[in-house]
């Protein structure tokens, strides 16, 4: 059974600090990882997209990947109030040539206050 | 705006009628995708359709049937729901190969 762990949080931080969101997989053989804010009632929206080893950066967002730790996380620099929300971790579980199936963690609900 | 296109985005339905959600994407993606997504839980994948057929079923009851009718379109027909079949669809498309999915606004769906 592949799974993606994360902590459900609330994760609470100050406005201005730097918000770490952490996750796990099981799967070794996964290519592909995904971060998706999800604002309550709304869909999921993707944020960020890593597939190898190190960070990438994308304004406040940072995504780490590290495939030998099998850990994936994503950090946000500056945190605002709009950045509460739900943030899943999506991890590749089953890719052939025509399709890329996600497994999700249960997301970690993170709450930003001033 | 999302460039993925699902009406309706609200449906109330009873246990006996029969409906339909559609979703539609023009992004050229050949992958299409529906979840089911409860309160405070991740979404659930129920089918994957890749070049306009069926690739999975994660074991999904047969009162939901899913329909590709082209590469921009994908159905979801409901008959004889249960309660909690009450949920928010998602559908979603990617392009072939290792891309991300992106998501429609969903369908949130009551069952009376």
């Known amino acids: 059974q592949k799974e993606v762990e994360q902590n459900s949080g609330p994760l609470s931080v100050p406005e201005g600090a730097i918000a770490s969101l952490n996750c796990t997989y099981s799967?070794?053989?996964?290519?592909?990882f995904f971060w998706y804010r999800q604002y309550s009632g709304k869909s999921p929206e993707l944020i960020m997209s890593?597939?190898?080893?190190g960070d990438k950066e994308d304004g406040r967002f940072t995504a780490q990947l590290n495939k030998a730790s099998q850990y994936v996380s994503l950090l946000i620099r500056d945190s605002q109030p709009s950045d509460s929300a739900t943030y899943l971790c999506?991890?590749?579980?089953?890719?052939?040539?025509?399709?890329?199936?996600?497994?999700f963690g249960a997301g970690t609900r993170l709450a930003v206050h001033p | 705006d999302t460039e993925v296109t699902q009406t309706p985005k609200h449906l109330v339905m009873g246990m006996t009628n029969k409906k339909s959600l559609k979703c539609e994407q023009h992004?050229?993606?050949?992958?299409m995708y529906w979840y089911k997504q409860k309160a405070k839980k991740p979404p659930e994948l129920m089918f994957v359709?890749?070049?306009?057929?069926?690739?999975i079923n994660e074991s999904v009851p047969s009162r939901f049937s899913p329909e590709c009718p082209n590469s921009s379109l994908l159905n979801l027909h409901l008959h004889a729901l249960q309660p909690e079949d009450s949920a928010l669809y998602l559908c979603?498309?990617?392009?072939?190969?290792?891309?991300?999915?992106?998501f429609g606004d969903g369908t949130r769906l009551s069952i009376l």
């Open positions: 979603a498309s990617s392009q072939a190969g290792n891309q991300p999915q992106h």
């Open positions: 799967d070794r053989g996964s290519q592909s």
């Open positions: 890593i597939y190898s080893n």
């Open positions: 999506a991890v590749n579980g089953g890719y052939s040539g025509g399709y890329n199936k996600l497994i």
């Open positions: 992004m050229g993606h050949r992958a």
């Open positions: 359709y890749s070049y306009e057929k069926l690739s």
